[in-house]
């Protein structure tokens, strides 16, 4: 099979996943030493890449422009299964907790997260090296039917961030732990003071937000 590109090329993602994690909108950008056309590099990649990952548009940006330094804002989703027994369906895609989760005090205590914080309490040890204060614009928990779904917005993420948040705010849902535990959690910047890391499977990168659309037609994304 031809190459797509024949020199070198320059491939930058906007967000690193775990394994085991999900991403719906992912953005990649790449930098070639010829001119590509998008509809071709579309059908090339989806013609070569493994059938759980597909392209689904792609454009010429400005020179200037980096997947992941250029990001404003990005969502992530987080799925829970409280059915006592886990739907087949949602295997390898959501964390079974397999019991019921009081959602009332998981939102209060979520309230407390948001807004610029040092968030050094849910960063894993990898990702200690960086600035640990983020911005968080949103978190939402959803219920419907066994399900419960935790978004969070925020200008950056640190290591383990969500999941750990998830793990933190779960341990509230099961009534082992109050609603103010989780603002002294993160006041005191100590990860061992915090919740356990939830699994990777239930952790979907939802939304990558640019300052302007990279999409044809496109428009730049709602705030959150």
């Known amino acids: 099979m031809r190459p797509l590109i024949s020199g070198d090329a320059r491939v930058v993602g906007a967000s690193r996943t775990d394994a085991g994690v999900h991403a719906l909108g992912q953005v990649a950008s790449v930098h070639a030493d ?18 759980d990952i597909r392209v689904r548009a792609s454009r010429v940006v400005p020179e200037e422009f980096h997947a992941r330094r250029a990001a404003h804002r990005k969502r992530y989703g987080y799925l829970l299964s409280t059915d006592a027994v886990l739907s087949p369906f949602l295997r390898g895609f959501a964390w079974h907790v397999g019991r019921p989760l009081d959602t ?11 807004g610029k914080h040092d968030f050094a309490a849910f960063c894993a040890a990898p990702g200690r090296a960086r600035d640990p204060v983020c911005r968080v614009h949103a978190v939402r928990i959803v219920a419907r039917r066994g399900r419960i779904g935790i978004l969070v917005s925020a200008d950056s993420f640190l290591h383990h961030m969500v999941r750990n948040i998830v793990g933190t705010l779960v341990e509230v849902g099961l009534a082992r732990r109050p ?6 959690v993160l006041a005191g910047r100590d990860r061992r003071a915090a919740g356990p ?10 939304r990558v937000r640019y300052g302007w659309p990279i999409f044809p037609g496109g428009r730049p994304a709602p705030a959150d």
């Open 197 to 206: 890391t939830a699994p990777s499977e239930g952790l979907y990168l939802l």
């Open 34 to 51: 010829e001119a590509l056309v998008p509809d071709t590099v579309m059908a090339a990649l989806n013609a070569r890449l493994p059938r």
């Open 179 to 184: 609603v103010q535990w989780v603002p002294d």
């Open 104 to 114: 009332g005090p998981m939102v209060e205590a979520a309230a407390s997260l948001r």
